[in-house]
């Protein structure tokens, strides 16, 4: 337990110490401050304008997990640093968690400051913020952190998997479009209605919107929790794997 | 200490380690040889957990490696071959981070990094970013991180890889201090670092263990005979012939010096032959200025053992 902490701890660390999370931390929040903007200015109701901002953090992740992840084994395989981290009397199996908390934890902080465009606009338009429910946001952010645990998942998979940080973001990338752009699209997906069943419960997107809209759904949780375990064991087995 | 059985280990068709079996007692200093390619490092590999074995099995004091890894892994302290280590943390965030992973006791976490910080020579050197240090310096981190958990066996991979001359020796005094306390195994492909060090040499060619035996055993086992070097002055062919008919004396070489001196290349199979060429160097009124024993080095052995497997490397 002790070592799943001081590995958590180093992963954390090393985002903080690399140029590229900050230029991701810039991108996320000009992104999402813009599209929040831009969302309150067109709305006149707040819930839709928080429905919309859930989606613009969505696409926000569809570019800052895959390189949050990527360097997470592939770059440690590169340096051989992978060897020391093994040949340590830590379990596969920490490392990986301590990874994937690592990455969260680092995702999560990115997010906070979006909580503060609401505290902005109840000091610009008390009235407007007056009709905003707490419930909605809270669950909108709640899947916001689900949905970003099975891609960081999918993203320690990808980078396990590969020795070089550009295939592991783009298998992550690819992956995460099809849902995303599936979900967008839905409607026009294909004829066939299966096809488009399938699109839509696998829609993030929508997932968030209704989340957002105060709908908690059992599903969603179960989709996204099993998403996550079934990928951090792929990444427990791809690590074990290397021999 | 280390029990090694039957370990083989193949990489999709290729077989990098075959059929090696030995044991290391506790205290002993064991040179690791071979050329680029033999199997070296996938052997060290394996001793360390890292790499599973196709067949065979390790102990490491008493623990298998592959049923209880974590506690096989806290006995060894093991430096791999390019020494990798986090460029982007100091030199003390490193060491402690590592402490911390190998499970060193909080309370005793300062003192251990301190103690090995002052074994490895760097003292001044805790605030650095690793990525800044030279290569030596890199070196003896990494030596300093094998080396915070106080394991009982050291497992080293090149330690001198890479350095230069001055750094080579220092690297080398290290690993004399270190040998006092604990059970070392290090690989090398040079030669005089293993002779110097090492109490008992192994040699591995293409994945098999070829030669396992303390340095002088294994120069009388291979090289046998002793090679004398006298310098005579006189008629070449007559010297020969009088040197031929030595007993004792197996083959004779010359090879044509300055002002009619000869130096003689004399196979024997034991080196008090001298005493006789001498003598009948004297009966014959020869003029001999140097008589002397040529000592074979390792690199003989090595080149004995290892010779016309050029082509490992190819293969790899």
């Known amino acids: 337990m002790r070592s799943f902490f001081v590995l958590w701890k180093r992963e954390l660390s090393a985002l903080f110490l690399s140029p590229i999370a900050y230029v991701m931390l810039m991108f996320f929040l000009l992104v999402t401050g813009c599209g929040f903007y831009w969302l309150v200015k067109e709305n006149l109701e707040l819930t839709s304008a928080v429905q919309g901002l859930m989606v613009v953090i969505w696409f926000c992740m569809l570019i800052v997990l895959p390189i949050l992840t990527m360097r997470t084994f592939a770059e440690e395989r590169k340096s051989g640093t992978f060897e020391t981290l093994l040949t340590a009397p830590v379990h596969e199996s920490s490392v990986v968690l301590a990874k994937f908390a690592g990455v969260l934890t680092f995702f999560l902080m990115m997010c906070a400051p979006t909580l503060l465009y609401l505290l902005i606009v109840r000091h610009l338009d008390p009235e407007m913020a007056m009709l905003l429910d707490p419930g909605p946001v809270l669950g909108g952010y709640l899947v916001v952190g689900l949905i970003a645990s099975a891609f960081i998942a999918l993203g320690l998979l990808a980078s396990a998997l590969t020795s070089n940080q550009i295939i592991a973001a783009i298998s992550t990338f690819s992956i995460m479009s099809v849902i995303f752009f599936g979900g967008l699209f839905e409607p026009h997906l294909s004829k066939n209605p299966m096809v488009r069943d399938i699109g839509g419960y696998l829609s993030s997107a929508l997932h968030l919107m209704e989340a957002a809209r105060g709908i908690f759904d059992t599903r969603t949780l179960m989709l996204y929790l099993s998403l996550t375990i079934l990928f951090l064991f792929g990444t427990i087995k791809a690590v074990e794997a290397r021999r | ?316």
């Open chain 2, 1 to 316: 200490m280390i029990k090694v059985q039957n370990l083989t280990k193949k990489f999709s068709g290729h077989t990098a380690v075959n059929d090696i079996s030995f044991e290391v007692k506790r205290g002993e200093i064991i040179g690791f040889l071979g050329p680029n390619g033999a199997g070296k490092t996938t052997t060290m590999r394996m001793l360390t957990g890292f790499l599973h074995p196709t067949r065979g099995s390790v102990e490491i004091a008493g623990t298998d490696v592959f049923e209880h890894p974590l506690e096989a892994r806290r006995h060894i302290g093991y430096m791999p071959e390019s020494c990798p280590l986090y460029l982007d943390m100091r030199v003390d965030e490193y060491l402690t981070f590592r402490a911390q992973i190998k499970g060193v006791p909080r309370r005793a976490l300062k003192a251990r990094r301190n103690a090995v910080k002052e074994q490895c020579g760097l003292t001044d050197t805790g605030r650095r970013i690793i990525g800044q240090l030279s290569k030596g310096y890199k070196q003896r981190v990494g030596l300093a991180d094998s080396l915070l958990h106080d394991p009982d066996l050291l497992i080293l991979d090149e330690p001198t890889a890479g350095l230069d001359p001055n750094q080579i020796r220092e690297v080398r005094e290290l690993i004399r201090q270190l040998a006092e306390r604990h059970t070392l195994l290090l690989s090398t492909h040079i030669l005089p670092e293993a002779e110097m060090a090492c109490q008992r040499i192994m040699i591995i060619n293409q994945g098999r263990l070829v030669a396992s035996d303390t340095t002088e055993s294994l120069q009388k086992r291979l090289l046998g005979d002793a090679l004398i070097v006298a310098d005579i002055l006189g008629s070449p062919s007559e010297i020969t012939e009088g040197l031929n008919g030595l007993s004792g004396v197996d083959g004779v070489e010359s090879e044509a010096l300055e002002e009619g001196w000869n130096q003689y290349r004399i196979d024997s199979a034991s080196p008090n032959v001298r005493s006789q060429i001498f003598d009948c160097a004297v009966s014959k009124g020869w003029k001999l200025r140097e008589l002397h024993l040529e000592s074979r080095s390792l690199e003989d052995i090595f080149v004995a053992i290892t010779h016309g497997d050029s082509h490992t490397e190819a293969t790899r």
